[in-house]
T-cell receptor, first 111, second 114 residues
Framework: EAAVTQSPRNKVAVTGGKVTLSCNQTNNHNNMYWYRQDTGHGLRLIHYSYGAGSTEKGDIPDGYKASRPSQENFSLILELATPSQTSVYFCASGDPYAEQFFGPGTRLTVL | GDSVTQTKGPVTLSEGTSLTVNCSYE??????LFWYVQYPGEGPQLLFKVPKANEKGSNRGFEATYDKGTTSFHLQKASVQESDSAVYYC?????????????FGGGTRLTVRP
């Protein structure tokens, strides 16, 4: 079964600081995704990737960057964190037409 | 763009009663439709998918029929259990080659009381 792990699981950051959220998957999936989850909005796609070296903008990319240095790893970067980016972030991998496998989530609080 | 609208919730039911979560979608593509479920403290996981119109998907007693005519994909279960308490997401994947993206509905939180 696909395994997707995220680190850190919880993070408190200061406004204007840089935050990096990391994701690792061990099932050799080409596609990886970053979502944020907010009450009333469900999951919204921030960035995604088709493979190492590729990143694509999702539906809400403003204020976020992504990096895919290898097949296994996909990072989400907040260069200048703001309180509006307080949320729960999920990484996922897999074929969108078959199944996406989600990590356990990272709770980010920006003060 | 694509959109998915579902019952807002929260929904609270007693064990043994029936569940319906409404889901409607909009897309210019011919989609694959999914229901994902998220238990407390976990990421979402696939409940089932239906790739073709007029077909039914099911898993763990839940079922939904892909109705292209009414652009709906309502989730139903005849008799809910306390262990079904979770958030349910209706999800769409457009079948095109332009990008591999899912569109999620807002989620419906279900609480089942014993």
């Amino acid at each position: 079964e696909a395994a997707v792990t995220q680190s850190p699981r919880n993070k408190v950051a200061v406004t204007g600081g840089k935050v990096t959220l990391s994701c690792n998957q061990t099932n050799n999936h080409n596609n990886m995704y970053w979502y944020r989850q907010d009450t009333g909005h469900g999951l919204r796609l921030i960035h995604y990737s088709y493979g190492a070296g590729s990143t694509e903008k999702g539906d809400i990319p403003d204020g976020y960057k992504a990096s895919r240095p290898s097949q296994e790893n996909f990072s989400l970067i907040l260069e200048l964190a703001t309180p509006s980016q307080t949320s729960v972030y999920f990484c996922a991998s897999g074929d969108p037409y078959a199944e996406q496998f989600f990590g356990p989530g990272t709770r980010l609080t920006v003060l | 763009g694509d959109s998915v609208t579902q019952t807002k919730g929260p929904v609270t039911l007693s064990e043994g009663t029936s569940l319906t979560v409404n889901c409607s979608y909009e897309t210019k593509q011919y989609p694959t439709l999914f229901w994902y479920v998220q238990y407390p403290g976990e990421g979402p996981q696939l409940l089932f998918k239906v790739p073709k119109a007029n077909e039914k998907g099911s898993n763990r007693g839940f079922e939904a029929t892909y109705d292209k005519g009414t652009t709906s994909f309502h989730l139903q279960k005849a008799s809910v259990q306390e262990s079904d308490s979770a958030v349910y997401y209706c999800v769409l994947a457009p079948n095109n080659n332009a990008g591999a993206k899912l569109t999620f509905g807002g989620g419906t939180r279900l609480t089942v009381r014993p």
